[in-house]
């Protein structure tokens, strides 16, 4: 392992308050999101969506690295480029998502445990000669009546740091995602509590299985109510928690903490986003940044609907939100940038 590469490759994929795409739906995720919308479920149809993903002008100013998926790396733009070229002469740095998916846990109904492990070193080492510079791997933590428990909490902990430690021996940086639903009824608080809870564990698993904390970045959720919960804090608050609840459980030695959208609305994801660093930034350890997808593809999606004459229109959207997600890491963006796109 090469912890000066693993360090200045974490430094990278937040500099020029940049921010990550992650562009790895797996075929069921992305299936799911095209049968909504009336798009053909083939492998060419994701082909062609993910071309239009890495092909957006100028994307390079905004998104310093990629999310993809098992599929998606070994696929061409129809003139045969592969994705793995575009992007990286697009100035943005190829990861991969190796986790296997999120199945039901033994012995805990209603809690996940994501599944993975077992021939990851060899699978890393494709990625890598492939030209993957850093991975992904996301743990579900579910919030409900009496879960999660300890034994979701720290099954889910152990298998991050394990493909963590896993990724820095094969010089890969990795992001380690530990995902609270916000699907419920439960508070702001509840999740804070969650949050927290889970946060101390997988650091403490990272120690333990010897991660170096400045070659990772963390990628959790932000600290919000429940989407059916009838209290819906002010962007502010939810700013505050969140904040205050990572304070409290990531270590300074971590270069970045770069947030998942987890399904919510794009702007509200980036007015939450904005309002931490305008709050914080200057008193911060790490910086914070973004991993979105649905919160950067989802307005292109709808858009492209999967025809070739709605393209352009569907990577100015892409690179809109960007825009606005960089804006949001320099406390910069506001509701009047939503006004000024096409
Ligand atoms: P969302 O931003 O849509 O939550 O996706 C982030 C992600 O990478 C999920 O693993």
Redesign the pocket.
């Known amino acids: 392992m090469n912890a000066q590469n693993l360090i200045d490759t974490a430094r990278e994929l937040v500099a020029g308050d940049k921010g990550l795409l ?1 562009m ?1 739906e797996s075929n069921p995720t992305c299936n799911k999101r095209f049968a909504k919308l009336g798009i053909p479920q083939t492998v060419e149809a994701r082909r062609a969506y993910r071309e239009l993903i890495v092909t957006t002008p100028n994307l390079g100013e905004c998104i310093s690295g990629a ?1 993809l998926f098992d599929e998606t790396i070994r696929q061409q733009k129809k003139d045969g480029t592969p994705f793995v070229k575009v992007l990286t002469d697009a100035g943005i740095i190829p990861g991969i ?1 190796v986790d296997a998916g999120a199945k039901d846990l033994a012995g805990h109904p209603g809690e996940k445990i994501t599944e993975g492990l077992d021939g990851l070193r060899e699978r890393l080492a494709e990625y890598s000669k492939m030209g993957a510079r850093f991975a ?1 791997w ?1 743990a579900v933590i579910t919030v409900g009546n009496g879960i999660p428990s300890p034994g979701c909490i720290e099954a889910n902990a152990q298998a991050l740091a394990r493909y963590a430690a896993l990724c820095q021996e094969a010089g890969l940086v990795p992001i380690v ?1 530990p ?1 609270v639903l916000m699907d419920g009824d439960h508070t702001l608080e509840r999740c804070r509590e969650v949050t927290e809870d889970v946060l101390r564990t997988v650091f403490n698993q990272l120690y333990t299985q010897r991660v170096m904390l400045e070659g990772m970045i963390l ?1 959790p959720n932000m600290v919000v109510p429940g989407l059916t919960c009838p209290k819906q804090e002010t962007v502010d608050e939810v700013a505050d928690a969140t904040v205050r609840c990572l304070l409290r459980a990531v270590p300074a030695a971590v270069p970045a903490i770069a947030f ?4 919510q609305p794009a702007e509200l ?1 980036s007015a939450r986003l904005n309002a931490m660093n305008v709050r914080f930034k200057a008193r911060l350890p790490w910086a914070l940044a973004f ?6 593809q989802q307005p292109a999606l709808e858009i492209w609907r999967g025809e070739e004459a709605h393209v352009m229109a569907a990577q100015k959207a892409l690179y809109h939100r960007a825009l606005c997600n960089r804006a949001a890491r320099r406390g910069e963006y506001s509701a009047a940038m939503e006004k000024t796109s096409a």
């Open positions: 992650a790895d999310i998502k992904k996301r995602e995902e990628k998942l959208s987890g399904g994801a991993s979105f997808s649905r919160a950067i």
